[in-house]
């Protein structure tokens, strides 16, 4: 089984920072993509940053120059470094990870989610 385990969401003042993890966990054989999303209440879940198994990366615009994602291929996390946070990033942030798993004879390809965390930026 894979897992994704998420962390460092919190409640945090304007301006303020927070990073967030992402870890792979369970048996697999590798790990490609893994990308951040955003749920804002009312609206779809939408790609905040994505880095691909050779570090490179995309942002969505909204989140250029205060967002950086990267990852640490040793340890299956990615990470999503949030500064000069806005109240208008509050939202539910959910990992997901493009992964090969499977038995060596029936290898598959497959994304897997994680349970999200929250961000609230609010003073």
């Known amino acids: 089984q894979v897992r994704l385990l998420e962390s460092g969401g919190g409640l945090v003042q304007p301006g303020g920072s927070l990073r967030l993890s992402c870890a792979v966990s369970?048996?697999?054989?590798?790990?490609?993509?893994m990308t951040w999303y955003h749920q804002i209440p009312g609206k779809q879940r939408e790609l905040v940053a994505r880095i691909t198994s050779s570090g490179r990366t995309n942002y969505a615009d909204s989140v250029k120059g205060r967002f950086t994602i990267s990852r640490d291929n040793a340890k299956n996390t990615a990470y999503l470094q949030m500064n000069s946070l806005k109240p208008e990033d509050t939202a539910a942030y959910y990992c997901?990870?493009?992964?090969?798993?499977?038995?060596?004879?029936?290898?598959?390809?497959?994304?897997?989610w994680g349970q999200g965390t929250q961000v609230t930026v609010s003073s």
């Open positions: 369970g048996s697999f054989f590798r790990v490609n993509a």
């Open positions: 997901s990870a493009n992964v090969v798993a499977g038995t060596p004879i029936d290898l598959h390809e497959r994304d897997y």
